[in-house]
């Protein structure tokens, strides 16, 4: 009945609902991240150095050069690996046996030959046209390697959304177990679990996800672990003084009386009643593993290169925000201002919504 009312509060809050379906939006973004990007290699780290930092709306014409088949995967969800070499172009001149091109960015009048037997056998000049030279627009433009912006976008979601969930799963995990193990047991149990806590939490936050992160070394599952070790510390304290407190109540106690082990006390009839608080301190974890990946990509010890993250993106063009381009910078900023804005309104809605006394 409880939750039934609360859904109804969370309905009326427009700002929940658009921080929900921006949220969903941004996850399915993630999961489709392949399908919706244009630059469909793996990282969508296709570069063009001839074409670096064009502005948004930038297009030309790209010449496909094919490579070894037997080199190319196709993947739903790690992207294409392919040995086709692209070249923008200028200018293309057709001859009997081939063509002569200027690449983009050349400002010497120098043209460079491609003849038919490169191509697969039977190719004429219509199937080279069709087929491999191809007109490109890179909507949101490109950075500086020449990569599309938009697919690095699109692809860089997956670590912000990914990292949510695993760093929000293992400081549950964590927090849950010894917060209840403290809080329902307490004595000595509690005080060492308490004195741990103590422990970590006066340690400064980012300067133990970097040792942790140096310690199991740099990547993109390293960084996802140090996360999450890091952020269990709230949620044990908070599981910790709701256990000690609902373990006073009256049906706690005719529980006890009633000859109810410990376990299923704590299973079945305590740990339920924290779902609505673990619900709103995990909106806010989501948020703060967000911000915290990309602090640690824009130090340079999150996610590597050439895998898209956006706090790696920030660093790469920062210098940018004064070359007259600052949108290569701003962009990615933006996306992480706001998937983390969206998940801190959620969690004040739901803590709106889910608070009894209102």
Excluded at 229 to 237: D, G, H, K, P, S
């Amino acid at each position: 009945m409880e939750l039934k009312r609360a859904f109804k509060r969370l309905r009326k809050d427009v700002w929940a609902i658009i921080s929900a379906i921006f949220i969903l939006g941004m996850s399915l973004v993630a999961i489709f991240a392949y399908t919706l990007s244009l630059d469909k290699t793996q990282f969508a780290n296709q570069m063009h150095l001839s074409i670096h930092s064009q502005p948004p709306g930038f297009s030309c014409k790209i010449l496909i050069i094919p490579g070894d088949k037997s080199e190319e995967k196709k993947s739903f969800f790690w992207g294409n690996l392919n040995s086709n070499e692209e070249i923008p172009v200028r200018e293309v001149h057709w001859h009997n046996e081939g063509l002569t091109f200027k690449r983009y960015g050349n400002a010497i009048n120098y043209f460079e030959e491609k003849t038919f037997d490169q191509f697969p056998p039977g190719t004429t000049r219509k199937k080279v046209e069709e087929k491999y030279i191809k007109e490109k627009r890179f909507i949101l433009g490109t950075d500086k390697y020449g990569r599309d912006l938009l697919s690095r976008l699109i692809i860089g979601s997956r670590i912000s959304i990914s990292i949510g969930f695993i760093a929000v799963i293992i400081s549950l995990l964590i927090g849950v177990f010894l917060g209840s193990l403290a809080g329902f047991f307490g004595g000595l149990i509690d005080r060492l679990i308490m004195w741990i806590i103590n422990v970590v939490w006066s340690i400064p936050t980012l300067l133990m996800v970097i040792a942790i992160t140096l310690a199991l070394g740099r990547g993109f599952w390293q960084v996802f672990i140090a996360v999450g070790l890091t952020m269990w510390v709230e949620v044990a304290r908070l599981v910790r003084g709701l256990v000690k407190s609902s373990k006073e109540e009256l049906f706690v106690q005719a529980a006890i009386t009633l000859g109810f082990s410990k376990l299923r006390l704590l299973l079945n009839h305590i740990l339920p009643l924290l779902v609505a608080p673990l619900i709103v301190i995990s909106a806010s974890n989501f948020a703060s593993a967000i911000l915290m990946e990309s602090g640690l990509s824009f130090l340079g010890i999150g996610a590597q290169p050439p895998m898209p993250s956006w706090g790696g993106m920030v660093k790469d063009h920062f210098r940018y925000l004064l070359l007259g381009k600052p949108y290569l910078a701003i962009l990615p900023g933006f996306a992480i201002m706001s998937l983390v804005l969206a998940f801190m309104m959620l969690g004040n809605s739901l803590r709106d919504a889910l608070d009894v006394r209102g």
